[in-house]
């Protein structure tokens, strides 16, 4: 679990579109993925330990299609879409492959180049109380920062957030 901050906008319609509701973001994430396991590259080669760590920072500027399906003086719950431009940096980008039987460690950075912007989408939900706290969930339905043949890196996000509303 890592923190997420963002400033967002948003903007409500007219009269007869009241129940849908447009929502402007700049949301600033690091995301971090560690992964270890223990194979050997044929059945003749020694065993080996595997680790694989990344970490992600993001900015991500987005528009956000929301419907107030539930709706009252008191409260607010909706459903909808985000669509989201991410500018991401990869500080730790590192494969570690450790031999235990011949003492021999080998480390590989940047092995794989990740994209530095990519575009992500996600299905929202959320509550608002009195027009000024908000708490929402959402889970990343596209997007993929990496452009391999053979693989390729899709984030599945969720995500839970608390808001205040200015």
């Given at each position: 679990?890592t923190?997420?901050?963002g400033?967002?906008?948003d ?13 402007f ?8 993925y ?9 059945v003749?080669?020694?065993?080996k330990e595997r ?10 500027p987005?528009?956000?299609?929301l ?14 879409v985000?669509?989201g ?16 039987s011949t003492?021999t460690?080998r ?5 794989y180049e ?8 996600s299905a ?6 009195s027009n000024k706290f908000?708490v ?6 596209i997007?993929s ?7 390729s890196v899709?984030?599945?996000i969720?995500?839970g957030?608390?808001?205040?509303h200015?």
């Amino acid at each position: 679990m890592t923190p997420a901050f963002g400033i967002g906008m948003d903007i409500y319609s007219g009269r007869n579109l009241d129940d849908f509701t447009i929502r402007f973001e700049l949301v600033y994430s690091s995301l971090y993925y560690n992964g270890n396991g223990t194979s050997a590259d044929n059945v003749l080669s020694p065993e080996k330990e595997r680790n694989y760590s990344l970490k992600v920072h993001s900015i991500t500027p987005s528009a956000g299609f929301l419907y107030n399906f539930l709706r009252s003086k008191t409260y607010k719950v909706y459903a909808g879409v985000k669509i989201g431009y991410n500018l991401s940096s990869y500080p730790l980008n590192e494969y570690i492959e450790t031999t235990p039987s011949t003492n021999t460690t080998r480390t590989i950075k940047n092995d794989y180049e990740f994209e530095k912007g990519w575009l992500s989408g996600s299905a929202n939900v959320g509550l608002i109380l009195s027009n000024k706290f908000e708490v929402m969930g959402s889970f990343s339905i596209i997007g993929s920062f990496s452009n391999y043949i053979n693989y390729s890196v899709k984030p599945n996000i969720i995500y839970g957030g608390v808001a205040y509303h200015l």
